[in-house]
């Protein structure tokens, strides 16, 4: 971002926030402005909240948030942050995006925390842009606009656009926003209040390492996962698979068994099929391309598997997604 190291000034952020916003991301978001002013002893930041009618609106943990006004009341503000969440495509967000295009015309620093870069990519805000979203986005967000340029960074500050991953990538975002606006020996006070241990750089890995996520630690079996998370498109066979290891076939199956109490076709086939779900309830994609993008090369088959794994077919997976965006507006 094009900002200025510079300690006198008071900086007001807007937040504006979505139905069923993630509590974590935009918390951790404004601690970090709270903290600054703390550490500094004066007002450096001031923040303002918005929701889309101006009354109360509830985070996806239940907790509602008493707002300054409504997005109709936004000004232009050195900068904005959109805080989303989970289920983001349920909402209708037309009015947020209006505001949000007529901000970007008078040059306001707009910023995203969780899956708030999807409103983002849906106003055309980042064309031309690095932003990050959350892993579980990652795939789904790609679908829906392959034109732009979106990361599993962290974060990711791009001139006048600023995007994180969410959760707790938002403390690192801000802390990096601190380090340019007021210098690096106030933004490691703020890490040390925060009790953060240290500023994580904006590459580093959203998710825990696999080893540390599975609860094992053998090297080929984590191998082999690893391949086929990166083949699910176009899935290869269990002995394919081994043979990338060194092992045989049988050798494969024993670890699977031994550490994740499965064999390797049915762990594979449930690393597809939750990828399917994410795309079915994230994007608009028709569901045979859902389907193919997860290696079914059939519909009859994707339905099949689909259904015996979520005691569901995927079009009343995608069916159940409209109802619950239908209830969504309504209540909107």
């Not at 999807?118 to 990050?132: E, K, P």
């Not at 933004?187 to 241990?197: F, K, M, P, Q």
């Not at 199956?253 to 597809?272: A, G, H, K, S, V």
Request: hydrophobic share 40%; glycine share 6%.
């Amino acid at each position: 971002m094009n900002i200025r190291p510079d300690i006198g000034a008071t900086h007001t952020v807007g937040f504006l926030l979505t139905p069923n916003f993630s509590m974590i991301a935009f918390a951790a978001a404004v601690e970090v402005l709270r903290l600054t002013n703390y550490v500094t002893g004066a007002k450096a930041f001031a923040w303002r909240l918005y929701s889309p009618d101006g009354q109360p609106i509830e985070a996806s943990n239940g907790v509602a948030l008493a707002v300054d006004g409504s997005y109709g009341d936004v000004g232009p503000m050195p900068e904005i942050i959109v805080c989303s969440g989970m289920d983001v495509q349920k909402y209708d967000h037309g009015p947020l995006i209006a505001k949000l295009r007529k901000l970007a015309f008078y040059g306001v620093s707009i910023g995203a925390v969780c899956t708030g870069t999807y409103i983002l990519a849906r106003a055309g805000l980042l064309d031309g842009h690095r932003c990050a979203i959350h892993w579980e986005n990652y795939d789904s967000f790609r679908e829906e606009f392959p034109e732009i340029d979106a990361t599993q960074e962290l974060f990711e500050i791009d001139r006048n656009r600023f995007t994180c991953a969410g959760g707790t990538a938002s403390i690192d975002m801000m802390l990096a926003l601190i380090t340019a606006k007021k210098g690096a020996v106030i933004a490691a006070l703020v890490t040390d209040e925060l009790i953060h241990h240290r500023m994580r750089d904006s590459h580093e890995r959203q998710r825990m390492e696999l080893r540390a996520r599975l609860g094992v630690s053998h090297p080929k079996l984590l191998a082999v996962i690893g391949e086929m998370d990166k083949r699910l498109e176009r899935p290869v066979s269990c002995a394919q698979l081994a043979r990338t290891v060194r092992l045989s076939p049988r050798q494969l199956e024993r670890l699977f068994q031994r550490y994740l109490d499965t064999t390797p076709t049915r762990y594979y086939l449930e690393m597809r099929l939750n990828r399917a779900r994410q795309l079915l309830r994230q994007t608009s994609m028709p569901i045979l391309s859902v389907g193919l993008a997860c290696g079914f090369v059939s519909a009859s088959h994707f339905s099949k598997c689909y259904s015996e794994h979520f005691d569901r077919t995927p079009s009343e997976e995608r069916k159940g997604m409209r109802v619950e965006r239908n209830v969504a507006t309504a209540i909107a």
